[in-house]
C-alpha cells in the first residue's frame, strides 16, 4: 500500500528566509504527486503536481518542487517566505485509482 | 464558476442525531470525493464516486453513507452520529481520463462538531 510521510510537523521560518518542507512517498511505480496549502479555515489549493518529465516543477505563489525517484522524494521549497504563507502544507500521492493519499501535513508560522 | 461548494459551513450536532452535508461542482467533473481532517492526519478519504451512478468505500467509510444525486452533486450522511465523527469535511471533485485531467480541486470543507 502506498505512504506518504511528512516529517516536520511544525517549522517556524523567518520573512525573506528560504523555505523547505520535505515529503517523502513509498509506492512501487511512479507515483503522480501534489502540494497542496490550507490557509487557516480555509480549504485545500492545489500549488503544484508533478506527473512525469521535468523532476523540477514550477507552482503558484512562487514554489517549487523537486521529485527524486532516487530517494522517493518530493521536496516543497520557496526561496523567500512572506508572512502570508502561513499556512499548512500536505504533500499527497494519487496512485492506481483516482484516490489520493496525504501526509500528516506541516504547519509554517512565519516570524516577522 | 463557484467551483467546489459545500454546505454547512459549520454544524454542531448531539450524538445520535443524524445530517446530511452537501456538495456540488460546477466543472463537469465526473469523479468526486469526500475527505475528513483530523490534526496530524492528513485527509483520509471515506468515500468516492468515479462517475455518476457509482460510490466506493474509501479508508474509513465505517458510520457514512453517500449518495451521488447526479453529476453536479455528492452528499455525505451520518446516521447516527459519534463524538468520533467530530472533524473536519472536504469534498473534492475531478476529471477521469488520466495524467492531469485527475488533478482534484477541494471545496472549502464542512466543520462538524459532536457533543
Known amino acids: 500500500a502506498q505512504s506518504v510521510t511528512q516529517p516536520d510537523i511544525h517549522i517556524t521560518v523567518s520573512e525573506g528566509a528560504s523555505l523547505e518542507l520535505r515529503c517523502n512517498y513509498s509506492y512501487g511505480a511512479t507515483p503522480y504527486l501534489f502540494w497542496y496549502v490550507q490557509s487557516p479555515g480555509q480549504g485545500l489549493q492545489l500549488l503544484l503536481k508533478y506527473f512525469s518529465g521535468d523532476t523540477l516543477v514550477q507552482g503558484i505563489k512562487g514554489f517549487e518542487a523537486e521529485f527524486k525517484r532516487s530517494q522517493s522524494s518530493f521536496n516543497l521549497r520557496k526561496p523567500s517566505v512572506h508572512w502570508s504563507d502561513a499556512a499548512e502544507y500536505f504533500c499527497a500521492l494519487k496512485a492506481a485509482g483516482n484516490k489520493l493519499t496525504f501526509g500528516g501535513g506541516t504547519r509554517v508560522l512565519v516570524k516577522p | 464558476n463557484a467551483g467546489v461548494t459545500q454546505t454547512p459551513k459549520f454544524q454542531v450536532l448531539k450524538t445520535g442525531q443524524s445530517m446530511t452535508l452537501q456538495c456540488a461542482q460546477d466543472m463537469n467533473h465526473n469523479s468526486m470525493y469526500w475527505y475528513r481532517q483530523d490534526p496530524g492526519m492528513g485527509l483520509r478519504l471515506i468515500y468516492y464516486?468515479?462517475?455518476?451512478?457509482?460510490?466506493d468505500k474509501g479508508e474509513v467509510p465505517n458510520g457514512y453513507n453517500v449518495s451521488r444525486l447526479n453529476k453536479r452533486e455528492f452528499s455525505l450522511r451520518l446516521e447516527s452520529a459519534a463524538p468520533s465523527q467530530t472533524s473536519v469535511y472536504f469534498c473534492a471533485s475531478s476529471e477521469m481520463g488520466g495524467g492531469d485531467q485527475e488533478t482534484q480541486y477541494f471545496g472549502p470543507g464542512t466543520r462538524l462538531l459532536v457533543l
Open positions: 464516486s468515479a462517475s455518476e451512478g457509482t460510490t
